[in-house]
């Protein structure tokens, strides 16, 4: 089932979309997505959704974020083993994953434009499969590591490439500028999907039509399994929190000369089994 989270006129609400349209499960459950994740209801609303007449049209509403409080945004960096070799610095493989964080506010949601902001014009694009958990757990085994996941959504993990390098050992200022990224479009439930497919699922950008990454999670060094468990060592992971997986090779950083993205670019990240994630760039409105 997919779940989303939108606005219709000045209300907010969440729902199922079947193929009637959207049930306004808000209307009807109350609550939001985030907290029918953590209280297991998932499998309740699917129920009500299926034998409820639509509320709307996926037309009529405006897209917000899927879960819209997340408490942690868990990036991980280089986990396609082409992705390493781009870097071309002869590294070996690396033994445990890159990690870092983003705020909320980085992101916009589908349909809405991608900033870029005055301080720098190197915005780029990373398309990218993200779990959503669904069960709390600390140093979660491998073997569990699927049952704690509630569905998948994407995200394009938005870089500032020059300000990833303001200081010597961390990413967070190139990775945190305000609608520099997006999530979206909707959840779909890990019920939909099997182990086989969490482990060769293919995930595409293109930009103005141009296909620029495209591979399957059979290529990560690090699977959706591992990092959980990995993750889980030092997070106490509760439901709603989201961990993007990584990003293929084909970023604009690594043409030559590199390709960022600018305004009236669009930029479409699809998922196999998920959807498509769009989004338009413009400049960053500044308020005088």
């Given at each position: 089932?997919r779940?989303?989270t939108?606005?219709?006129?000045?209300?907010?609400?969440?729902?199922?979309?079947?193929d009637?349209?959207?049930?306004?499960?808000?209307?009807?459950?109350?609550?939001?997505?985030?907290?029918?994740?953590?209280?297991n209801?998932?499998k309740?609303?699917?129920?009500?959704?299926?034998?409820?007449?639509?509320?709307?049209?996926?037309?009529?509403?405006?897209?917000?974020?899927?879960?819209?409080?997340p408490?942690?945004?868990?990036?991980?960096?280089v986990n396609?083993?082409?992705?390493?070799?781009e870097?071309?610095?002869?590294?070996?493989?690396?033994?445990?994953?890159?990690?870092?964080?983003?705020?909320?506010?980085?992101f916009t949601?589908?349909?809405?434009?991608?900033?870029?902001?005055?301080?720098?014009?190197q915005?780029?694009?990373?398309?990218?499969?993200?779990?959503?958990?669904g069960?709390?757990?600390?140093?979660?085994?491998?073997?569990?590591?699927?049952?704690?996941?509630?569905?998948?959504?994407i995200?394009?993990?938005?870089?500032?490439?020059?300000?990833?390098?303001?200081?010597?050992?961390?990413?967070?200022?190139?990775?945190?500028?305000?609608?520099?990224?997006?999530?979206?479009p909707?959840?779909?439930?890990?019920d939909?999907?099997?182990?086989?497919?969490?482990?060769?699922?293919?995930?595409?950008?293109?930009?103005?039509?141009?296909v620029?990454q495209?591979?399957?999670?059979?290529?990560?060094?690090f699977?959706?399994?591992?990092?959980?468990?990995?993750c889980?060592?030092?997070?106490h992971f509760?439901p709603?929190?989201?961990?993007?997986?990584?990003?293929?090779?084909g970023?604009?950083?690594?043409?030559?000369?590199?390709?960022?993205l600018?305004?009236?670019?669009?930029?479409?990240?699809?998922?196999?089994?998920?959807?498509?994630l769009?989004?338009?760039?413009?400049?960053?409105?500044?308020?005088n």
């Open positions: 089932m779940y989303l939108y606005k219709i006129g000045d209300a907010t609400s969440w729902g199922a979309i079947t009637k349209g959207i049930v306004d499960l808000g209307a009807k459950l109350g609550g939001d997505l985030h907290s029918i994740i953590r209280e209801r998932l309740e609303a699917e129920a009500l959704a299926l034998v409820s007449e639509a509320s709307h049209q996926l037309a009529e509403v405006t897209y917000l974020s899927p879960i819209s409080n408490g942690k945004i868990a990036c991980i960096g396609y083993a082409n992705r390493n070799a870097y071309n610095d002869g590294s070996e493989l690396p033994k445990f994953p890159s990690l870092f964080m983003r705020t909320p506010e980085s949601a589908h349909d809405q434009p991608l900033w870029r902001p005055p301080e720098s014009h915005l780029d694009y990373e398309g990218e499969i993200v779990i959503i958990i069960k709390e757990g600390r140093r979660i085994k491998e073997e569990d590591a699927y049952k704690h996941i509630a569905g998948l959504t995200m394009n993990e938005g870089t500032l490439r020059d300000w990833v390098r303001h200081a010597k050992f961390n990413v967070t200022q190139g990775k945190n500028f305000v609608n520099s990224g997006s999530i979206g909707w959840m779909v439930s890990a939909e999907f099997t182990a086989d497919q969490f482990e060769n699922m293919r995930v595409t950008t293109t930009v103005n039509g141009e620029r495209d591979d399957t999670t059979a290529s990560m060094m699977d959706f399994r591992y990092i959980i468990s990995y889980s060592k030092f997070f509760q709603g929190d989201i961990i993007a997986t990584g990003t293929p090779n970023a604009g950083a690594r043409f030559d000369p590199p390709r960022y600018a305004p009236g670019d669009k930029v479409e990240v699809s998922v196999e089994g998920v959807g498509t769009t989004n338009g760039v413009i400049d960053e409105p500044i308020e």
